[in-house]
């Protein structure tokens, strides 16, 4: 008995003196780290950014203060993270919009690739081709067959020029073969009412704000936009699956700091951003809302964001849509 309770005594010594035992949260500084969001609050990419920042500020031990910056395509608050002291306290929620944003705009005040440092991806957003309830399209076979039927005929809703679902509409447009029109609209609001009273005959839209009311048979899925089928709706082929190869397009978000900031802030910030990703009450939070987490190294990060911008660069030049 007094030899157990020696080794208990011993064992608890042993862990008090280990780093690792009990170990507090490290926190890079004092104060607080702001996470710079380009879009208004409500949205999915701000519940996204809040949902991790929250999970983040836990484990760190360290307040993290998301800060709204909509705006020109996500430009002002870009800007705001490019110029910004580089040292981990400040980071911009990225997107899709970002690599949009270099073939869109005839200048920017900010290099996107050169001036931020990437941190993780967060997660994708599953994109899909919608067609009213009880409209005449059932499949993406049946949209392509009246198409190439009726040229010109076709309209294809989206939200306003120049955002992911704009440029995705005019990619599938090209991709299909087909002479249709890409109407633009202002927000996803303005296009499902427009796609059920049928002043537009399908619309391209990101899953999230939609999938109420593809799961209560007011909008029906054709297909979905990515490499795989959304797990939210796993009965409803990719464009792929629907005769199209090499249509892959979903919305993103990630983390990246100024481009200056030490190596070590960097890796800390990854690690943190990843563990929360892979936390339960997050995984669970992000796929409520349509988004599936996924993160990456920096340099993965790194390669998407540049991949991104040749794709959508093209994609604007062949559409001929002016740069502003």
């Known amino acids: 008995m007094r030899h ?14 280990s780093p690792a035992a009990f170990a507090a949260p490290r926190p890079l500084s004092s104060r607080p780290i702001r996470l710079v969001v380009p879009f208004g609050a409500g949205g999915v990419a701000d519940l996204v950014a809040r949902s991790v920042a929250q999970k983040m500020s836990e484990s760190m031990g360290q307040s993290i203060v998301v800060d709204n910056k909509p705006g020109a395509g ?16 400040t980071l911009l929620l990225m997107s899709n919009a970002n690599a949009v944003s270099v073939g869109l705009f005839k200048s920017l005040p900010y290099d996107t690739v050169k001036d931020f440092a990437p941190v993780s991806m967060l997660g ?32 294809i809703g989206t939200i306003n020029v120049g955002s992911t ?19 633009p609209f202002n927000g996803t609001p303005a296009v499902v009412t427009a796609l059920r009273g049928n002043q537009v ?3 391209v ?14 909008l029906r899925a054709l297909a979905v936009m990515g490499e795989k089928r959304a797990s939210g709706l796993p009965d409803v082929p990719t464009v792929a699956e629907s005769g199209t ?10 983390l990246a700091a100024p481009a200056a900031t030490p190596p ?61």
């Open 4 to 17: 157990s309770r020696r080794s208990f005594v011993g064992l608890m010594l042993t862990l008090a003196a």
């Open 74 to 89: 996500g430009v002002v608050a870009s800007d705001t993270v490019a110029k910004a002291p580089a040292d981990g306290h």
């Open 124 to 155: 994708y957003f599953d994109m899909a081709i919608l067609a009213p309830g009880n409209g005449k399209f059932k499949s993406l076979a049946e949209l392509v067959a009246y198409a190439k039927a009726n040229p010109g005929k076709l309209n």
């Open 165 to 183: 679902q704009h440029l995705a509409g005019e990619l599938l447009k090209t991709s299909l073969g087909i002479d249709a029109q890409v109407v």
């Open 201 to 203: 005959d399908v619309a």
């Open 205 to 218: 839209e990101i899953l999230p704000p939609v999938l109420s009311q593809i799961e209560g048979k007011a």
């Open 245 to 254: 190869p090499g249509v892959q397009v979903a919305s993103w978000n990630a």
């Open 264 to 324: 070590e802030v960097i890796a800390r910030l990854n690690t943190e951003a990843l563990a929360a990703l892979a936390s339960p009450e997050v995984k669970k939070r992000l796929q409520n809302l349509g988004v599936e987490p996924r993160g990456s190294t920096p340099q993965e990060q790194a390669r998407l964001l540049e991949s991104e911008i040749r794709r959508w660069s093209g994609v604007i030049q062949r559409a001929g849509i002016p740069r502003q």
